[in-house]
């Protein structure tokens, strides 16, 4: 509170204002590079898996082309493979099946050939690219084929447009045909559907059943295309045909029948795969053919309703300038001085803002399980990707979305029990480590839960979804949940243990199931000392959270260092597992995925990767493996041996480990090091799969110099990449500018010279002297006025001061006594206009009062004050 009234005392003897740190002449969503991370995942490639067509944020519709070969997981890759078609629905940055989720109902143009001789099916009809032809912008797509018919698509959030522009001769308009395939999605996983052509109406409807990209279900899906635009819409295509087309016998699948006139086609369903090639053929008397799709869970009614209502006029021109302004709200809630910053800096950073609000996606009104008033967001590919990174970037600049993703997991305990862990396709996934939807969740109370009724979301059901998630355990944890009979009787997941229970799970990754389950708990006592829960809920949970230290083994060493986390039987004793195996470095090669054969108990990590996770209680890791020094060495072993791994979700911590230690000016050093080695801006400019935002967003942080605590409202601080930026928040509608004191581009390499400023020497926030170097509040962050870093380049003198001589200048670790208080009292981080109108309205009623005085009034009497003041903050127009 004295912090607060020192910077509201600031604002007014200063006469601060909020407004924007530059004023770029430069539109954001020019700054952004689709096709970062669009390089093959083969033979070893990078395989960012990147999404590079058009959507709009969290959208549904996420409309481009396909390749012919695998990986392919978002359908697109950048090299010379043919493509198969465009399609309405992509994964963005994921794992799982390497053929690729979605890539439902492609449309292709085909022109020289008569109608009955029309290659329509997938492999003959397959064409290359031109070279250099891709080209993609926030909300549009573009491409060319060899034989020059060009491709465009933009999209709303279910709709949206694609449009075929033919080559024409010197004197006439060949016919020209557009394929409607049913049947080939991007895993040929169709197990069923139908479509129909209404020749009068131009329209074409199809509904298809297929397998879910990460997980063993089917999930069916509803599309709508028209082909008769109104009349206003220039050029008028003619349909002169239509017919559909349809393998002869599933035995011979390329032996394919096209029949002229015919309407519709319908398949029973299987409960495998069908290889049959199905699908509708049209013809059109003119050199362009502007289609309107829509898509849906629910229906094809509603897939065409849904076209009908987001694309109503079929404007090119409005839909795609609509996306645009969409992309460039959301890329505007962190500005940077375009003009003056490294060009290099600043396409990476605008692309991964990007990338990181391409998923969840927002399948609102389109939930075809449970009727429901709450948001229902799908693309929850994982939670274990996205904890660290995405939700608590969005917790910064995007609340109001992120209020509705948080909903879609509150709302899926509702009516399962369980919060979601790996909702792909709409269907449960697999559970890769905890249940990682809890972090979250956590997250969300302790940041918002006194607005949470503001933002539409019950904050006794989250707190009883986490609760639930914590103490149940489902029957099957392997798609949901946890294993919590284990969790609690153990406090550790045990090796080679039988759950009396009858709950069934794939029962390995032990250690690190423990390690998530840990956090998972530690997400539930945040929330119960955010929203004043029993001190039993906090002492519970608390203490669970440190079950991590039961799979410590002090005994095992590995390069001179003792002590790692290990598996561990029933009986108590462990269960050795090489600290390296499931590196960079194994030499064995280790299974560390999700399968029956990984017998180290780590999920996609080494115990010498995940001896480090435990973000609640960091000093915990510093103390069991020989206090600071030791733990210093240890993290330079890390790097220097190879047993990091950037392109993996358990590293990205690693780079800031050394805050923990009191060597923040190590940690400024690793991050360098990191970014340059790892990221750039070419097709393979990401270390790995982007993990539906993950590394976008992990990318972020590190550009801007923060990194996030899960479930806390710490955030560790250290040195950007840029000399300034500015934070919104579109939910306080509050603007925080960071302003970088000596900022050196000779910082921005890979090992940064001595001398150079890259070493933070001091923080004030709004004036006020911070008492760390280490970390900053989230309340700060996101609550308006400025934020100055001061950087140095005197690397001894910035080991000496490390964090800074107070108390609290290390963060938080929970076995320290720390994260004492959760709660945060949300007028604390009001913006500075609504502080003056309720200074204004004391003062009408109580004269000659102090705005301190005024403040104190306030907060222990806000049913006094208007709602205008009290209910939400107070917005100000963007």
């Known amino acids: 509170m004295q912090r607060l009234l020192h910077f509201l005392s600031s604002l007014l003897f200063f006469g601060y204002v909020f407004g924007s740190s530059t004023d770029n002449a430069t539109d954001l969503v020019d700054l952004v590079n689709l096709f970062i991370g669009t390089a093959s995942g083969a033979n070893g490639g990078s395989g960012g898996n990147a999404f590079p067509g058009a959507a709009v944020p969290h959208g549904m519709a996420k409309v481009g082309i396909d390749v012919s070969t695998a990986p392919r997981q978002a359908g697109y890759v950048s090299d010379n493979s043919t493509i198969t078609g465009v399609s309405l629905m992509h994964d963005e940055g994921t794992g799982g099946n390497t053929n690729g989720g979605y890539g439902i109902f492609p449309l292709f143009p085909l022109t020289n050939c008569t109608f009955a001789s029309c290659p329509v099916g997938i492999s003959p009809r397959a064409a290359l690219r031109a070279a250099g032809a891709d080209a993609a912008s926030p909300g549009y797509f573009t491409t060319t084929f060899v034989n020059d018919i060009k491709i465009e698509a933009t999209s709303t959030r279910r709709a949206g447009l694609i449009r075929f522009t033919y080559p024409t001769t010197a004197n006439h308009v060949a016919v020209n045909h557009v394929v409607v395939d049913l049947t080939n999605d991007l895993?040929?996983?169709?197990?069923?559907?139908?479509?129909?052509?209404?020749?009068?109406?131009?329209?074409?409807?199809?509904?298809?059943?297929?397998?879910?990209?990460?997980?063993?279900?089917?999930?069916?899906?509803?599309?709508?295309?028209?082909?008769?635009?109104?009349?206003?819409?220039?050029?008028?295509?003619?349909?002169?045909?239509?017919?559909?087309?349809?393998?002869?016998?599933s035995a011979t699948p390329s032996d394919i029948n096209i029949s002229v006139n015919t309407t519709s086609l319908s398949y029973s369903g299987t409960t495998s795969p069908s290889p049959v090639q199905a699908g509708v053929l049209l013809s059109f008397n003119s050199s362009s053919v502007l289609a309107r799709f829509g898509v849906s869970f629910i229906s094809t009614d509603q897939a065409c309703a849904n076209a009908e209502s987001e694309v109503p006029d079929w404007n090119w021109t409005a839909v795609q300038d609509a996306s645009k302004a969409k992309w460039e709200d959301v890329l505007s809630r962190v500005t940077v001085d375009t003009q003056a910053e490294n060009p290099t800096i600043v396409e990476l950073l605008y692309s991964s803002l990007y990338r990181a609000s391409l998923v969840p996606a927002n399948l609102t009104a389109e939930n075809p399980y449970w009727s429901s008033a709450y948001p229902f967001y799908d693309s929850f590919?994982?939670?274990?990707?996205?904890?660290?990174?995405?939700?608590?970037?969005?917790?910064?600049?995007?609340?109001?979305?992120?209020?509705?993703?948080?909903?879609?997991?509150?709302?899926?305990?509702?009516?399962?029990?369980?919060?979601?862990?790996?909702?792909?396709?709409?269907k449960a996934g697999y559970v890769q480590g905890g249940s990682d939807g809890m972090p979250i969740v956590g997250d969300f109370a302790v940041k918002y839960g006194a607005y949470a009724a503001d933002l539409g979301v019950l904050i006794e059901d989250l707190y009883q979804a986490l609760v639930d998630t914590a103490e149940n355990t489902p029957p099957n944890w392997y798609e949901v949940g946890r294993q919590n009979t284990a969790w609690k009787e153990f406090g550790y997941i045990p090796t080679n243990w039988t759950d009396p229970s009858g709950a069934v799970g794939l029962p390995t990754r032990e250690v690190s199931r423990t390690l998530e389950y840990s956090l998972g708990d530690f997400a539930v006592r945040q929330a119960a000392k955010a929203l004043n829960k029993s001190s039993a809920d906090v002492a519970l949970y608390g203490n669970r959270s440190m079950g991590f230290t039961n799979l410590w083994d002090p005994t095992v060493t590995s390069d001179g260092f003792s002590g790692f986390t290990q598996r561990r039987l029933a009986n108590g004793t462990f269960a050795y597992s090489p600290p390296g195996a499931c590196s960079?470095?194994?030499?064995?090669?280790?299974?560390?995925?999700?399968?029956?054969?990984?017998?180290?108990?780590?999920?996609?990590?080494?115990?010498?990767?995940?001896?480090?996770?435990?973000?609640?209680?960091?000093?915990?890791?510093?103390?069991?493996?020989?206090?600071?020094?030791?733990?210093?060495?240890?993290?330079?072993?890390?790097?220097?041996?190879?047993?990091?791994?950037?392109?993996?979700?358990?590293?990205f911590m690693m780079p800031w480990a050394y805050t923990y230690a009191n060597r923040p000016d190590l940690s400024a050093l690793r991050v360098r090091q990191v970014v340059f080695e790892n990221f750039n801006t070419g097709i393979g400019g990401i270390p790995g799969n982007d993990d539906s935002g993950a590394m976008a967003a992990l990318l972020t942080f590190h550009l801007l110099g923060l990194y996030p605590v899960p479930a806390s409202r710490q955030l560790l601080i250290g040195s950007p990449f840029v000399s300034g930026y500015t934070l919104s928040n579109n939910y306080?509608?509050?603007?925080?500018?960071?302003?970088?004191?000596?900022?050196?581009?000779?910082?921005?390499?890979?090992?940064?010279?001595?001398?150079?400023?890259?070493?933070?020497?001091?923080?004030?926030?709004?004036?006020?002297?911070?008492?760390?170097?280490?970390?900053?509040?989230?309340?700060?962050?996101?609550?308006?006025?400025?934020?100055?870093?001061?950087?140095?380049?005197?690397?001894?003198?910035?080991?000496?001061?490390?964090?800074?001589?107070?108390?609290?200048?290390?963060?938080?670790?929970?076995?320290?006594?720390?994260?004492?208080?959760?709660?945060?009292?949300?007028?604390?981080?009001?913006?500075?206009?609504?502080?003056?109108?309720?200074?204004?309205?004391?003062?009408?009623?109580?004269?000659?009062?102090?705005?301190?005085?005024?403040?104190?009034?306030?907060?222990?009497?806000?049913?006094?004050?208007?709602?205008?003041?009290?209910?939400?903050?107070?917005?100000?127009?963007?």
């Not at 917790?395 to 509702?414: F, K, Q």
């Not at 390499?749 to 170097?773: C, D, F, M, R, W």
């Open 584 to 651: 960079p470095v194994d030499p064995v090669g280790h299974s560390c995925a999700r399968g029956t054969d990984n017998d180290v108990g780590f999920y996609e990590s080494s115990s010498w990767e995940y001896s480090f996770f435990a973000p609640h209680s960091m000093s915990t890791m510093v103390n069991l493996m020989g206090g600071n020094d030791t733990f210093i060495s240890r993290v330079d072993n890390y790097f220097s041996t190879g047993y990091f791994y950037a392109g993996n979700e358990p590293s």
């Open 381 to 426: 590919f994982c939670s274990w990707d996205t904890f660290r990174t995405v939700h608590p970037l969005l917790s910064l600049t995007s609340p109001r979305e992120w209020s509705e993703i948080v909903n879609a997991y509150i709302d899926g305990w509702r009516n399962t029990g369980y919060l979601p862990e790996c909702r792909a396709n709409t």
């Open 732 to 878: 306080f509608n509050t603007e925080t500018k960071f302003t970088v004191v000596n900022f050196d581009n000779a910082t921005l390499v890979s090992n940064p010279a001595n001398g150079t400023n890259l070493y933070v020497t001091g923080i004030t926030i709004n004036g006020q002297q911070s008492e760390s170097l280490c970390w900053i509040a989230f309340e700060d962050v996101v609550g308006g006025g400025e934020i100055v870093i001061e950087l140095g380049s005197d690397a001894q003198a910035a080991a000496t001061i490390g964090c800074g001589p107070g108390p609290n200048a290390l963060p938080d670790s929970l076995e320290n006594g720390g994260f004492a208080s959760s709660r945060i009292h949300w007028l604390k981080v009001y913006p500075y206009n609504c502080i003056v109108n309720v200074h204004n309205h004391y003062t009408e009623h109580n004269h000659n009062t102090s705005i301190e005085q005024n403040l104190r009034i306030y907060m222990h009497a806000p049913s006094a004050t208007p709602a205008s003041t009290r209910a939400k903050p107070a917005l100000k127009p963007r």
């Open 187 to 249: 895993q040929r996983s169709f197990e069923g559907g139908e479509i129909s052509v209404n020749a009068s109406s131009a329209r074409v409807t199809l509904e298809g059943t297929f397998l879910q990209s990460y997980g063993t279900d089917n999930y069916t899906i509803f599309a709508c295309y028209d082909f008769l635009p109104p009349p206003h819409v220039t050029p008028q295509q003619a349909l002169v045909a239509s017919g559909t087309y349809q393998s002869n016998t």
